[in-house]
């Protein structure tokens, strides 16, 4: 049998529960199997110290955890900045999640972003074995795979892209978009979050590339045939049950209940992102209140949002509006005993999590674009199946396509959002409880072991007869 190898930028304890998003779903499917799990510490060599590119020389920081290994590397101040802040997080993120303007296209974060997944593959090559099946994670290190065949790996390399993948004329605006499509040739099986983000990508490569599509899921260009498909990720619904029933999300769930006795809840739970739609929630919050006055008094929103990227100057901005925002609708419409938003910028543990989602009537998850939104599943897995609460769903969120019973918006449409939240706090319990029993059937189908399974069993079934091509056909430069 093959030992899973995965890599993603950041690893984490597999013993850690506190993780989320990426993070669990890699530690459910690593843990069925054992392997290796390779990436960044998340420590940045210190400048002076050594010389700059101290990381570089650095071998990787092995660590055995039960059937788990841990491979970690440092980064250097310089790769720090123009691979991680700069490419990933100020070119590929904002660009896929459809915001050109948050952008910037500085050619350095392209050399640090390249020399990153050179440092890698150089890193991971020694570690492999010829029969190991490789995983790599999201935007971060979508060359990864050029650069370790170019290196002489001819192992098989899956590639899973955890954001969204932008339709073809936003992903043109990325300088370096025909060296990142042409990098992800170098993989086996490519796979996305959603049926829209295949056809972006298919429609992309039609277009830069003339890609001939050779069928639903196979595509062929640079003298290579490629699979493709949309494997939506999931989470592990019994285990989420499990800790709604643990002391800590009971206890959680009666403060709540208590506390709020009398109103009806509307939660948000995110990173502080800008891709997250939170402004426009509140908006349509307050859209609400000022449109049903029978609300006023009522319905409390509780929104926490977990600090994120604070170095990155669009979250600082992002952190203001939110604080001003939330203190404008408090000072116009609170009452001495009502506050109509609760705006925490926090983490919470992720035990009390499942409390939270249960004592909540209606969950508010808006994003202007989301690669899937696993707080929408989390939040259908935590309620009690005899009054249920009601998920209200951006149409923008990769779990729209799953989660059709869910009440669906456009979080750019206050007035249409706020009627959706009208609608779901006042749906008839026989509705609500029929509704939340289609989400919970599906993402129990379809939850993360199905997700990590189907993958690798695509990985695994796909035919190589060309993975001797060239290595300079894969790993072109960017210049
Ligand atoms: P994220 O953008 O991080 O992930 P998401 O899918 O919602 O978004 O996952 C967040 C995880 O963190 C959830 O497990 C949630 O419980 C937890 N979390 C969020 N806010 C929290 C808070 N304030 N306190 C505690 N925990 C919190 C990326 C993509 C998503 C995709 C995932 C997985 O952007 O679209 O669904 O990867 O593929």
């Not at 980064?75 to 100020?90: F, I, K, M, R």
């Not at 409390?355 to 989390?378: C, F, Q, W």
């Not at 069993?457 to 091509?469: T, Y």
Request: aromatic share 8%.
């Amino acid at each position: 049998m093959s030992r899973l190898v995965v890599v993603s930028n950041r690893t984490a304890d597999p013993r850690n529960t506190a993780a989320g998003g990426l993070a669990v779903a890699v530690r459910e499917s690593l843990q069925q199997t054992g392997g290796l799990w390779f990436g960044w510490s998340g420590k940045v060599a210190e400048e002076g110290s050594e010389d700059r590119g101290a990381a570089r020389t650095n071998e990787p920081h092995l660590q055995t955890v039960g059937n788990v290994t841990l491979a970690t590397l440092d980064l250097s101040q310089e790769d720090h900045e123009t691979y991680y802040l700069g490419y990933a997080n100020a070119v590929l993120w904002p660009v896929f999640h459809y915001r050109l303007d948050l952008a910037n296209f500085d050619a350095r974060f392209a050399a640090g972003y390249r020399r990153v997944n050179q440092l890698f593959a150089r890193k991971l090559l020694p570690l492999l074995r010829p029969n190991d099946t490789i995983w790599v994670h999201d935007y971060h290190l979508i060359p990864l795979a050029a650069e370790l065949r170019a290196m002489g790996c001819r192992n098989r390399i899956g590639f899973f892209l955890h954001i969204p993948m932008p339709p073809p004329l936003i992903m043109a605006a990325i300088p370096e978009h025909g060296w990142l499509t042409r990098c992800l040739f170098a993989y086996d099986l490519v796979g996305f979050q959603s049926e829209a983000d295949v056809m972006h990508f298919s429609h992309h490569v039609e277009s830069e590339a003339w890609a001939q599509t050779l069928s639903r899921d196979c595509i062929r260009a640079f003298d290579r045939t490629l699979r493709i498909g949309a494997y939506p990720i999931g989470i592990d619904v019994d285990d989420f049950i499990r800790l709604a029933e643990a002391d800590e999300a009971r206890e959680m769930f009666s403060r709540i209940r208590d506390e709020y006795s009398r109103r009806r809840l509307l939660l948000g739970v995110d990173r502080l992102d800008y891709s997250k739609g939170l402004p426009q929630r509140v908006h349509a919050f307050r859209e609400l209140l000022e449109r049903y006055p029978e609300t006023r008094n009522l319905a409390t929103l509780i929104q926490i949002a977990a600090p994120s990227r604070e170095d990155v100057d669009a979250y600082g901005e992002l952190r203001r509006h939110m604080d001003s925002l939330c203190g404008a609708i408090n000072g116009d419409h609170g009452e001495l005993d009502w506050m109509p938003v609760r705006y925490i910028h926090r983490n919470i543990a992720r035990r009390r999590l499942p409390g939270l989602y249960r004592a909540s009537h209606v969950a508010l998850i808006t994003p202007l674009r989301d690669g899937m939104n696993l707080v929408a599943k989390e939040f259908i897995a935590a309620q009690d199946p005899a009054d249920p609460g009601m998920l209200v769903l951006s149409r923008f969120a990769g779990a729209a396509e799953q989660l059709k019973e869910a009440l669906l918006v456009n979080p750019y449409d206050t007035h249409g959002t706020a009627q959706a939240i009208h609608h779901a706090l006042t749906m008839p319990l026989d509705e609500r409880i029929n509704r939340h029993k289609a989400l919970l059937d599906r993402i129990r189908k379809f939850d993360v072991l199905w997700w990590s399974s189907s993958f690798l069993r695509a990985l695994h079934e796909v035919e190589r007869d060309d993975v001797e091509v060239a290595s300079d056909a894969l790993c072109p430069s960017y210049q």
